[in-house]
Each structure stands twice: as structure tokens, then as C-alpha cells.
């Protein structure tokens, strides 16, 4: 069994106090967040699952994924979810100059922009941020995150990794991974992408009646 450190460490939230690592609170409250889509089939199988257990969650989408699947991304504005920035193509932050990164970042907040505001879907009760934003790989520089949060983003970590999208780690442990460490307040980092569905579609429904029993609620993060 691999063994990987699924909890981040509390001293490297500590080196990065304006990123949001968790939510504090006390309540019985968890917060799923989906990366990288959306994806054909397996987005929608997301919102469905979600929807049967009556929580939330938010979603950081990729720029050109949403343009690809305009249907599926108004999905989730349908069924009332936070939608995240991850970048046009998932850019990796530490090889891309700065200049560059941002406008790539832009570029994905006016496409989602241009989703949400032509949105059948969208009520005075149902209107998804999209100032938040997650790195691809979760690095990137530290003169991007600064530009960023000048610029009014909220940068949006994680408490908890799954691990889904990682082949080597068997769907149990992924599981364990989850169960062993979330608490109230923990941001949990999943995949609606191809590479993590094997995962993904074991992990999910478990966490979410593992946690309903336990009176847990499922946020979204806004």
C-alpha cells in the first residue's frame, strides 16, 4: 500500500496565512471541491451523486473545458454549486512568466463571467463567484499569488488531498485518505477528470454517506 500524507501540515499553512487551507468553523460542516473540469459523463455523474445526498460543493474549472462543455458547465450553475478559476489549460505556474499566467487567469474569469451572466439558470438566490481561484499542481509563483490577491481573488488550497487522480493509489486508500483526517471546516481536493474517475466514482458516494450519518452537511465555498 503507498503511503501519502493526505492532511496538509499545519506549519505550511502557516507560511501562506492569505491562501484559504480550510473554513473555520465549528459546525458539522465539510467542503468537497472538484478540479479540472468540466468533463463529459463524469461531471455530470458528479452533480447527480451530489444532488442525491442534498450537498454542495464547488467546482475550479479549466477555461477550455468549459468552452468545450458550455452544456455541462451551466449544469452546475443549475444545480446551484461555487464555481472556482483554474486556469485556460492548467498552467503551470512555476514555468510560466507572471504577465502570462494572469491574463491566462483573466481569460478564464471572462469566459466564466460570460457563462454565468448568460445563464438561464441564474436566480437572485443563485449567483456562483468566480473570484476564486486554485493553482493547477497547487504551485505556482509567489509574485502570482501576490498580483492575484491584489487583484481580489481568493486562493483557494486545501486541507485534504484524495489522492483520486493518482493510479498507484488504490481506490480504499483513497477513501482512507478522506475518512481518517477530514474534520469540520476541511476543504477536500477531488477530480472530475477521466484520469481520477476509477477513484473517484468509489470514493464519492462513500464519503458522502459516511459523512450524512455522522450529521455532517456538505458546503459550498463562496
Not at 19 to 28: L, Q, V
Not at 85 to 114: A, C, P, R
Not at 212 to 220: A, H, P, Q, R, V
Request: glycine share 4%; aromatic share 12%; hydrophobic share 35%.
Amino acid at each position: 500500500m503507498k503511503i501519502i500524507p493526505a492532511k496538509i501540515p499545519g506549519f505550511v499553512k502557516a507560511l501562506f496565512p492569505n491562501f484559504i487551507w480550510n473554513i473555520d468553523t465549528t459546525k458539522k460542516e465539510l467542503f468537497l471541491t472538484f478540479d479540472d473540469g468540466p468533463t463529459p459523463e463524469i461531471t455530470d455523474w458528479v452533480l447527480q451523486t451530489l444532488k442525491d445526498y442534498n450537498a454542495k460543493a464547488t467546482f475550479f474549472c479549466i477555461g477550455s473545458n468549459i468552452e468545450a462543455n458550455i452544456e455541462i458547465f451551466q449544469n452546475i450553475i443549475k444545480e446551484g454549486h461555487s464555481i472556482g478559476n483554474h486556469t485556460y489549460n492548467h498552467l503551470k505556474g512555476w514555468k510560466t512568466k507572471t504577465k502570462m499566467y494572469i491574463g491566462n487567469v483573466e481569460l478564464t474569469d471572462s469566459v466564466i463571467q460570460f457563462q454565468i451572466q448568460n445563464s438561464k439558470f441564474l436566480t437572485d438566490n443563485n449567483r456562483p463567484s468566480s473570484k476564486l481561484f486554485r493553482p493547477p499542481y497547487g504551485k505556482f509563483k509567489n509574485k502570482q499569488s501576490k498580483k492575484l490577491l491584489k487583484l481580489g481573488y481568493k486562493i483557494v488550497m486545501w486541507d485534504i488531498l484524495s489522492y483520486d487522480w493518482d493510479k498507484s493509489v488504490s481506490k480504499e486508500t483513497c477513501l482512507k485518505n478522506i475518512t481518517s483526517a477530514a474534520k469540520e471546516g476541511s476543504i477536500i481536493v477531488l477530480h472530475d477528470s477521466i484520469k481520477a474517475s476509477r477513484n473517484l466514482k468509489y470514493v464519492l458516494p462513500k464519503v458522502l454517506e459516511y459523512y450524512s450519518k455522522k450529521g455532517y452537511k456538505f458546503k459550498s465555498i463562496i
